[in-house]
Each structure stands twice: as C-alpha cells, then as structure tokens.
C-alpha cells in the first residue's frame, strides 16, 4: 500500500522568507534615511556655495567703489550678515584674504554654530576677483538642525515601514503557502481516495468480467439485454434493483423504459449512439446518467455492443458499472484545476499591474509639467482598468474648489469646477463608491451615475485632488462605504491615485524652486542672476535678427539716508513698493531685475535708445509724484538717478553695454542726480575693434 503523501511547504518557505524578510527591513530603515541625509546635506552644501558667491559679488561691489579702503567697510559687512542672517540659515560666515588668513573683523557666527549638531555644518567658498585678482574668498556656512531633524524623522518612519514590509515579507507569504499546503494536501487526499476507488472499481470490473463467464449472481454490476427495434429490456440483473431501487419486472415491463430512464440532459446522446451501434455493429463505451425510483441520477459506465443469436436477431447487450464515486473524484479534481488556474490568472494579472505600476512612475518621472502628468495619467489609468470614464480633480490655491485637470471618456462631461465640502470622499478621507443605496454627491459624476469610484489624492498627508473613475472592474464595491477592507482592483487605483498625487507635488515643488531661483525675494523682480542669461541671450537674438535693444539702469537716490532716518524696515519697504511701481510701468515682455542693493536694471527688446530714454524720463517723473509710507510715516519724496545705452549703438557685448550704461548713471548722479543720462556713444575705432572682437569665432 502506497504511503500517503505528507506536504510541508510552510517550513521550507519560513527559513528562506526569514532572511529576506529581515534583509528588506534593514535595507529600508536605513537606505532612505542615509539617501536623505547624504541628498539634502549636499543640497544644503550648494546652498551655502550659492551664499558665499553672493557674499563674493557683493563684497567685490565694496572694492569697486572703495578700491584699497574696502577691508574696513565694515559697516557694509554688517549690512551683509544681517541681511543673511534674517535667513535662519546661515550661521557663520568668514572672509579670508589673499594668503588664506582670516580677517578678524569680517567674521560672523550665531548661537546655532555653537550648537552640536552644527559641529560640522555644510559650508560653501567662493573666491573674491577683481581685475583677474585673487583678493581673498568667502566661507559660509549654514544649519543643519532642520535637516537632522528630518532625517531622525525619516529613520523613524523607515524603521516602521521597514517592520512592516518585512512582516507583510514574511507572514503574507506563509499564509498564502499555508493555504495553498492544506489545498494542495486536501488534493492529494482526495486523488489519493479516487485512486482507491479507481482500484476497486478496477478490480470490480474484474469480478464482473468472471462472473459474466458463469453468469452468476454475484456479479457487480448490472448485465443486461434489449431489443433494439422494440425499445425495451429483455433481461436485467438483480443488481440493477438494487443499485436503482427499481424492480426487475419493471425494467421490463416499460415500453420505453430503455430510453425513458435516462436523464434528460444525456438522453437525446445516449440514445443516438445506441442508434449508432445497431446501425454499425461496433461496440461502445458511455457514461451517463439514469434515474433511481426517488429520481436521484446516477452515473454509470454502459459497456454494451450488437451481438446476433442463432436465429440471426440482433440483441444489445451491455454491462453498466456504477461509476459515481469515479465522477465525483474527477469533478473535484477538475475544480481544483479550475481554481489553480484562476489563482494563477489572478497573480499574473497583478504582475501587470505592478509593471503598469513601474512604468507609470517613471513617465512621470520624465514630465516636464502638469499637462503632460495629467495625459500620461489618463492613458495609464485607461490601460490598468476598463475605463468607461474618469477625470482628474486639483485642489485651487484657496484649497476651497475642486478644479477639472483632464478628463476622458464617452459619459456626459465632467464638472468644470465644485465645492471640496460637497465631496463625500474627501469629507471621508478615503474612496468612495457611489452605490444605489447611497445617497449621491451633489455637483459631482455620482449626480448622473450610480457606478463611479472617487479617491482622494493624497501626497505626505496633503490632500492633492481627486481621482474620479467609472469602471466595470470597480463596480460594486460596497465595502467601502461600510469600512470593509478593499479589494485587490479597488487597492490598484488607490495605489494610482498616490503615485499620481505624489508626482504632482514633486512637479509643483520643481516649479516652485525654479521660480525661487529666478526671483528677488524682496522685490518679485528677476534676480541678477536671471538678468544675466536674458542679456545674453538678448544680445544673441539682436545679432541673429540685426534688431536693437535698450538697457536702463536705476539707482534710487539718497536710499541710505531712508535706512538711516526711518530704519532698514522702511527700507526694505520702499524696495518692495518700488519693485511693485516697476513691475506696473514696463511692459509685458520687458524684463525689469533687481542688479543689488538699490540698483534696478530693465532690459527693453527691440526699443532704440531715444525711446529708451523717453520711458526712462517717464519712470522718472512718476515716481517723483509717487508718494511711500511706511507704518504710517511718510518717506520723503523719492528720485532716481537713470543711466541708459543701447545694443549695438553704446557696445555689442554684455561687458561693454554695462559700462556704458553704468558710466551714464554716474553722470547723472555727478550732475545732481534726479536726471536721465543716455550713454556716450563710443569712439569708431573703438566701436570697430569692439565689432571686430565680438565677430571672433567662440566671442
């Protein structure tokens, strides 16, 4: 007798899941926290960099106007630290002379540097240059609490996530093999009884097989005989009572009890291939169903074939073998094949899933901005579910509406816009199934349909939008409504919708450094950096088009006498409002940046210098009328000294077009300031070797 087969997958999967499981909580606790670490502290190392090239710009303003003199503008250092050290960021700051010795009096260092976590702060250099001169560098450095702090915070949630992760790892897992030994180990129990009972029915069939040589009694099974052109039983053994409960005259007795007794379903089958077997002589082998006297079916195997006797009459005879518990062995063998298959349908459709998954992430990876977010989106979601329809919901800046960002699909059109408190999944802050049952959401898809899925966008705990969705795959999902976990199709788009909330805000935060690094915190302006690149590429687009362009430079008169008289509060203020005054008084296209300081450059495409020089008077005389309060104070009346020149008339290069320009706005402050001055235009032969230098090749 064969052993009986003993499965045990659970301790095979545990002591390999073991080491996985733990590898994956490791990796996780620290990779991310390390990354970040490593990530943001050379970050913080750009930013400081970025200080220190500041510094160094500034500080090489004090030497141009102070030449020898500028080591002891410490007043001006003063002015500098102060206005980093508002920041919260910078805490040290060190200035270093030609030979790498400190400078004793330009030094600064908060409280914070003292501090032990700012034992080894990210510091950036930048060198001081003027005339190709080395005159010293500059060292700042700034806190690293905030990111310590962040990164102890991260390490936190990692450890937890890693835990998790490794206990979903190690226990989901074991369950499903757990469950997958006991069907695999009732399986085998069950083949196992089948091939006990096949044997005996093997064996049986033996039996009958002698038994039909002496036509005993005994025989297992029921042999009998019809008349096939009568339709009716001319012998039956007494086996078929008792497996039919049916008596022996009464099979024989039936017209139609050969064919009557059959089920239904098998009857029409049955009854053609005995038609078969008259016809052709060829014996034949069924399994069918034949109704017992209480009507129940029962399977048998009817061995039967067309024999002639003496007297040259065709009989039928055959032997019918009870064959239920064979039938019933294979249909749950055949079901146990159909749920294997389903169960593998269903995970290689969730390995699909993940790599749609994959691949979503990184398309969004690659956007460049919110459209393109939002299309790749809507033809992701329409390859992962059989979308009749869906749109994408972005909260406005108010966080008070709901705002259409795309949306697709052949049912009636979204709703541009609607209230956030009309939204019954973000009152719920989880998805919501709009059932038949359920009452519907006012101004949203639920209003005209009954099968629609809303989930909340939801990015490092900010609600982002909305993701609204009608699917076949998603219908019916009352359990969310009741508080039921989620099912596998409903996960999937919650998984969506975070992937998608969290490439937005990546993509909003891009957008916002961007405009950070091109902007003057004080004013709005463009900063000096912007308005370097937009010189040059002005001047590349007048030689490419033989076009002109004006540059004005405005320098506010008498500015330290604001700080000194009303503080550098009132100062701050009447650079703000001057950035407003000149941000409404340029045009669309012009580009007006903050140069430092008090300083103001606005850059006028395609303007000559005379018309230059008339919007220069007009700035002029506007913000003469103008008046500037601060908390209630007046600040006096405000003038502006205005230097301008012009590409090519005044110089063909950036450096030379800044000279010119600076050397007209010293003119009109050396003439009593309040005045606009147009550069001199320059000598021919300077003009010619200017032309001649800037037509260099690589020039």
């Known amino acids: 007798m064969k052993q009986p087969v003993t499965i045990n997958l659970e301790h095979f999967f545990a002591k390999r899941l ?61 002015e500098l630290t102060r206005d980093l050290s508002n920041d919260k960021e910078v805490i040290l700051i060190r200035v270093f002379d030609e030979r790498g010795a400190p400078i004793s009096n330009y030094h600064f260092a908060s409280e914070a540097a003292s501090s ?3 034992r080894h702060p990210p510091e950036g250099t930048a060198p001081i240059i003027f005339n190709n001169r080395h005159l010293g560098r500059v060292s700042i450095g700034v806190s690293q609490q905030r990111l310590l702090l962040e990164t102890a915070a991260l390490f936190a949630v990692s450890v937890a996530t890693g835990l998790l992760l490794g206990s979903l790892t190690y226990f989901f897992p074991l369950n499903v093999v757990r469950k997958l030994e006991a069907e695999l180990q009732d ?83 049955v009854v053609a291939a005995y038609r078969q077997t008259c016809r052709t002589g060829a014996s034949r082998q069924l399994e069918y169903r034949r109704l017992a006297a209480d009507g129940s079916p029962v399977w048998i195997q009817d061995n039967l074939r067309l024999v002639t006797d003496d007297q040259q009459k065709c009989q039928l005879r055959g032997v019918m073998v009870d064959i239920s518990t064979k039938r019933t062995a294979d249909e749950a063998l055949r079901q146990a094949n159909t749920e294997l298959t389903h169960s593998i349908d269903a995970l290689e459709r969730r390995n699909r899933e993940i790599s749609h998954l994959h691949e979503l992430g990184e398309m969004l990876q690659l956007c460049r901005n919110l459209d393109e977010a939002y299309h790749i989106v809507s033809i992701a979601v329409r390859n992962l579910f059989r979308t009749e329809a869906g749109a994408i919901y972005m909260l406005n800046d108010a966080g008070r509406r709901y705002e259409l960002a795309i949306d697709w699909g052949k049912q009636p059109s979204h709703p541009t816009a609607f209230p956030v408190e009309t939204c019954r999944a973000r009152r719920r802050d989880e998805p919501f199934a709009a059932e038949p049952a359920q009452p519907r959401c006012s101004n949203t898809n639920c209003s ?50 975070e992937h998608v909330a969290l490439a937005i805000a990546n993509l909003k935060l891009r957008e916002t450094l961007r405009d950070q690094s091109i902007h003057d915190a004080l004013t709005g302006l463009f900063n000096r950096r912007f308005m370097e690149e937009a010189l040059a590429r002005e001047i590349s687009v007048a030689q490419r088009r033989g076009s002109a362009f004006s540059l004005i430079m405005i320098d506010l008169d008498h500015f330290k006498r604001v700080n000194d008289t009303f503080g550098h509060d009132a100062g701050d203020t009447l650079l703000r409002e001057f950035g407003i005054f000149l ?30 020089e008339e919007r220069a008077e007009e700035l002029r005389d506007r913000i003469a009328a103008r008046r500037f309060e601060h908390l209630g104070r007046a600040l006096g009346r405000v003038t502006m000294s205005i230097g301008v020149a012009a590409y090519p008339h005044h110089g063909s290069t950036k450096d030379r077009l800044f000279k010119a320009v600076d050397e007209a706005l010293y003119r009109a402050k050396e003439d009593g300031r309040d005045r606009v001055c147009l550069a001199k235009t320059p000598p021919a032969s300077a003009a010619g070797s200017e032309g001649a230098t800037s037509a260099m090749p690589g020039t």
């Open 583 to 612: 941000l409404s008084n340029v045009r669309e296209y012009d580009i007006a940046c903050r140069y430092g300081g008090e300083e103001f450059i606005c850059i006028l495409p395609e303007t000559l210098p005379e018309h230059a």
């Open 187 to 269: 399986l085998f129990d069950r083949l196992r009884k089948a091939g006990r009972d096949s044997d005996q029915l093997r064996q049986a069939a033996q039996a009958s097989e002698r038994r039909l040589r002496e036509l005993i009694e005994g025989l297992d099974a029921i042999v009998w005989e019809a008349d096939p052109g009568e339709g009716r039983f001319t012998f039956v053994s007494h086996q078929g009572e008792e497996l039919f409960r049916i008596g022996v005259e009464q099979w024989l007795a039936g017209d139609d009890f050969f064919a009557g007794q059959i089920a239904p379903a098998d009857r029409e089958r």
């Open 448 to 497: 005209f349909s009954r099968d629609y899925v809303c989930i909340p966008m939801v990015a490092q705990g900010d609600t982002m939008g909305l993701l609204n969705l009608k699917s076949p795959d998603l219908h019916g999902h009352s359990e969310l409504n009741s508080g039921a976990g989620h099912s596998p199709d409903l996960q999937l788009a919650v998984t969506v919708a």
């Open 116 to 118: 032990w976590w700012n």
């Open 18 to 78: 073991y080491p996985l499981a733990l590898g994956i909580s490791l990796l996780i606790s620290l990779l991310f926290p390390v990354t970040f670490y490593l990530v943001e502290y050379q970050g913080l190392k750009r930013s400081a960099t970025l200080y220190a090239q500041n510094t160094a710009e500034q500080l090489k303003g004090v030497i141009i106007e102070t030449r020898a003199l500028w080591k002891y503008q410490i007043y001006r250092f003063a």
